[in-house]
């Protein structure tokens, strides 16, 4: 005859077994959530490089006219109308994936005065609107070149030792995304725009050479500093921007897309797409990611229905056809009501709806990628 006790503990051992085969099935059906928020944790800060897609008002700061700190800009920023310097009607991609990452909504601009170096410990941009890969698009309209985001990056991190102490400091610059968004100036601001003479200089395929070349450098440089995990975004169809559609018509066109525009940015995305992995394999401890911009922006373009967005052809601010900066001011006629039914804000830049799916993108092909 079997025991009370025995019985007892056959059916407390059966119990504990079911319990085991339901909490593994319950980690099996949330692994990726999980894998998510755990990367998410172990990520200590942004830290932002490159031009107007993303920065976050260092151009309020220095003698440019390329600004946007007046409305309509940001006029959907959180907590009410406030133009901060974003080129938008609200956050750009860097702030969506520094809050995703449990981090703050906002990614200061480095040359703000409102922020300190404690600020900066959690997240920081080094961009400016209008720069590029090569030092003569910053040139243009005289804004921060590449080289001169990479200085502040030095002093930042100088700062950052000051303030948390070397092993600290290390380990935030070490863990931090790296957000870059840089090129498309380069073409439309300083080659094709004639002034810098690089058109003489370069064939366009010696050109995209060039600044992949210039990308390569700029990667390195920045991984000598201590990055580690770096995404780097590609071209969009630059040839679909409302701009260019607008010189398009102008021409004699349709005012469609300027197809040679786009054709130079698959180009010079392919070409980057193979420079990074190339790095990849020569750097074994960066992590770094091509985000495939171009596709995503075409899925908009093509399928708007899908994303809840009516007009992919005009900005909503003013005519939405060839205003940007002080053009697109809180005089100008004709301003949409509802900048989340547009693909564009002003002429060049996109709206908070779209920068937010940039960001859900990049964010996905980190952690595909094993960035995150």
Known sequence: MASPRGECTRVDAAALLLLLRLLLAVAVATGDGGGKEAAAARVPAVIVFGDSTVDTGNNNQIGTPLRSDFPPYGRDMPGGPRATGRFGNGRLPPDFISESLGLPPLVPAYLDPAYGIADFA??????????????AT?????????????????????????????????????????VVSIGTNDFLENYYALGTGRFAQFTIGEFQDFLVGEARRFLA?????????????????MGCLPLERTTDALLGGGGG??????????DY??????????????????????????????????????????????????????EMGFMCND???????????????????????????????????????GVL
């Open 122 to 135: 959690r997240g920081v941009c080094f961009a400016s609107a209008g720069t590029g890969l090569d030092n």
């Open 138 to 178: 910053a040139a243009v309209l005289s804004v921060i070149p590449l080289w001169k985001e990479v200085e502040y990056y030095r002093e930042y991190q100088r700062r950052l030792r000051a303030h948390a102490g070397v092993a600290r400091a290390r380990a935030t610059v070490r863990g931090a995304l790296h």
């Open 221 to 237: 440089a920045i991984h000598r500093l201590g990055a580690r995990r770096v995404t780097f975004a590609g071209l969009s169809p």
């Open 257 to 266: 897309c300027i197809e040679e525009y786009n054709r130079v940015a698959r």
């Open 269 to 322: 995305n392919a070409k980057v797409e193979a420079m990074v992995a190339s790095l990849r394999a020569e750097l074994p401890r960066l992590k770094v990611a091509f985000i495939p911009v171009y596709d995503n922006m075409v899925n908009i373009i093509t399928h708007p229905e899908n994303f809840g967005i009516e007009n992919v052809e005009e900005g909503c601010c003013a005519t939405g056809r060839f």
């Open 331 to 369: 005089e100008a006629p004709m301003t949409c009501e509802d900048a989340g039914k547009y693909l564009f804000w002003d002429a060049f830049h996109p709206t908070e709806k779209v920068n937010r799916l940039m960001a859900q993108h990049t964010l996905d092909v980190c952690y595909q990628q």
